[in-house]
């Protein structure tokens, strides 16, 4: 079986843009606070949604519905009425977390393929076959903890299928179970689809050094002139003790192309591509690059290395968890 | 309401473990919950003397429970994690690996670390078997009192976050371990110098977080003390206290004052404010902007 190149798509634009590059299956979300990439100017209405689907459809790929953020009590039936939208608009599968939204979506739309996202953090056997036992889930989205190793062991345990994040930002907390965001500005993923929203950055110039501060917190600070990085909390500097400097997470993103040969040994179902908030045109070379890398896996030959490297983030890149000496 | 103690998230030497649970068996709190929340790598430690704690806290009238791992990844927290339903003690769920073992039917009880933000998982959570629901300490009270209400058709107790730093983010990777230069695997147990978790602050030196190695908590401590009254008519069954190393004795004398009606928030908050490590409070989750905001009071 090839693996499943599974690409995000923040707008319309991208989403055809991933299809015509050769996406499997893309992912995406309405334009309100039901999914984790929640962001002005981001995602889908209602008829562009179902227009996303049928052109994705037209050319043989498929279209997953990201509802992946926490229902706020007393406010569920938005997230009803998005479970309901996506399945009218034709998506292949929606991709959830909330246990509650589970037990609705398998109860009332039985017919709609679930996935369980990565903010659902089931992180083994026992919880993912639990998931699969209680609400029908189809497939689970891994979370970023977990080693190739431990991954092929969950295979071996499970017949739901599995896709694991290869490519993008890196969420160093198990996603899902983090409210630093909220902690520091008052809005998080869980809640509102957003982490260390730009609405709460402020960049100020001091004593020849540029400060990024996140709700007022400064947790970057460069030499003026310097390009300054955005300030996402996890990757902040801080100080402990003596100590200062990238004590959670150095700014670096994930890059797990190299690891993809161990991946498919591992029983991986699906590569997942970070980044719904990114351009068309990066979307456009990301989905490319790691299209021709199945297929030359599939054929037997090597997957070129280093081919993404000047699309991350500063350079930087890890392999995070799937090698075990990250933690 | 009464008064929960939540697990220790520390790494204490397992002679100061027993001796804060020695005491508290003293302390006028009708429920513990104990057990290892964070670390699997702590247990060891102290795992034979566990039983002896539950059985005195047992025998000085307390409710106990056992907690679950907050999140279960290695073949032997798997391990443990199952034998946890099978020892007899109520659970608490922190991480939903625990349910899948409890069999259908059975009581547990649910706490903070399980994402519970909504009437739909309340309702399935209590039909599993579900009798008490500590609730996330990101929630605004707005939600709490939704959730307050819609537990009671169900029959669930609701417990909200009273006090101690709050749990913000759990990981694959050890933060004390990063800074010490080490890897998980090979931590050499660089947390136990920290028995309140290692202060982090931002670069203008604001103390914002406080690692204890896998988990993220903040500075501040999170304290619903001004929030008391609106809680009571709301329905909440309980408050949580979660465990410091130094003063928790009174910190639990001042909670007990502050429900029975011997203190207001004002002075609650000034005697809790003196026995914190870093000596901040936040009650922002539940009536500011943010998490780390505090009212001193004001109204909501």
């Known amino acids: 079986m090839v693996m499943e190149i599974v690409c995000p798509a923040g707008t319309p634009a991208a989403l055809r843009t991933a299809v015509q590059a050769g996406a499997h299956t893309i992912y995406c979300g309405f334009a309100d606070e039901t999914n984790a990439r929640n962001f002005p100017g981001l995602n889908f209405s209602r008829e562009e949604m179902a227009e996303g689907v049928a052109f994705a459809h037209a050319h043989g790929a498929k279209v997953l519905v990201a509802i992946n953020t926490f229902p706020r009590a007393g406010a569920e039936t938005l997230w009803h009425a998005a479970v309901a939208d996506a399945e009218a608009a034709g998506a292949d599968a929606v991709i959830l977390a909330d246990l509650g939204l589970l037990a609705h979506a398998a109860r009332h739309h039985p017919g709609l393929r679930r996935h369980l996202s990565v903010q659902a953090a089931a992180a083994n056997a026992d919880a993912i076959n639990f998931y699969g036992r209680e609400f029908g889930v189809r497939r689970v989205v891994l979370p970023r903890v977990l080693s190739v190793s431990e991954i092929a062991a969950i295979n071996a345990e499970t017949g739901v299928e599995t896709e694991v994040f290869v490519f993008g930002g890196l969420c160093v907390m198990a996603e899902g179970r983090c409210s630093l965001s909220s902690w520091a500005t008052g809005e998080s993923p869980n809640m509102n689809g957003v982490c260390s929203p730009a609405s709460h950055v402020k960049y100020r110039e001091e004593g020849g050094a540029l400060s990024s501060t996140l709700g007022g917190f400064t947790i970057n600070r460069v030499a003026a002139g310097k390009p300054a990085p955005y300030p996402t909390l996890c990757k902040g500097v801080f100080r402990a003790g003596t100590a200062e400097g990238h004590l959670f997470e150095d700014p670096v993103s994930l890059d797990a192309a190299a690891l993809m040969p161990a991946l498919r040994d591992a029983g991986v179902t699906a590569l997942k591509i970070e980044g719904r908030q990114r351009s068309r045109a990066y979307v456009g070379q990301v989905v490319r690059a790691f299209r021709a890398a199945v297929d030359a896996l599939e054929a037997g030959r090597e997957v070129p290395s280093g081919l993404l490297t000047r699309l991350t983030e500063g350079g930087a890149t890890t392999t995070g968890a799937y090698k075990k000496t990250w933690r | ?300």
């Open chain 2, 1 to 300: 309401m009464e008064l929960t103690v939540g697990p220790n998230p520390f790494f204490w030497s397992a002679d100061d473990w027993q001796s804060f649970y020695d005491r508290l068996a003293e302390a006028p709190v009708a429920r513990v919950v104990l057990g290892e929340l964070v670390c699997s790598k702590r247990l060891p430690f102290y795992a034979a003397r566990l039983p002896a704690a539950v059985e005195r806290l047992t025998a000085a009238g307390k409710t106990v429970a056992l907690t679950s791992l907050a999140l279960v990844t290695l073949p032997r927290e798997r391990k443990a994690t199952a034998e946890l339903a099978e020892a007899g003690a109520e659970v608490e769920v922190n991480d939903l690996t625990a349910l899948s073992h409890l069999p259908e039917g059975a009581g547990f009880t649910v706490g903070p670390l399980v994402n519970v933000y909504n009437e739909g998982t309340l309702a399935w959570l209590a039909a599993r078997g579900a009798t008490r629901i500590c609730l996330p300490p990101e929630l605004p009270l707005a939600s709490v009192e939704t959730l307050a209400r819609a537990a009671a058709g169900h029959g669930v107790a609701i417990e909200v976050w009273g006090h101690g730093r709050a749990p913000l983010a759990i990981s694959g990777r050890c933060y004390h371990a990063r800074l010490h230069g080490r890897a998980k695997d090979n931590c050499l147990f660089a947390c136990e110098d920290d028995p309140d978790g290692l202060e982090v602050r931002t670069l203008d030196d604001t103390a914002f977080l406080a690692m204890n190695g896998v988990q993220t908590l903040s500075a501040a401590t999170l304290s619903a003390v001004h929030q008391v009254e609106a809680l009571k008519a709301a329905g909440v069954a309980s408050l949580r206290l979660s465990p410091q190393s130094q003063g928790f004795d009174e910190v639990c004398r001042i909670w007990h004052a502050r429900l029975a009606g011997g203190m207001d928030g004002e002075a609650a908050a000034g005697a809790l404010e003196a026995l914190v490590p870093g000596g901040r409070l936040a009650d922002g989750f539940l009536t500011g902007a943010r998490g780390t905001d505090w009212s001193a009071g004001a109204p909501a």
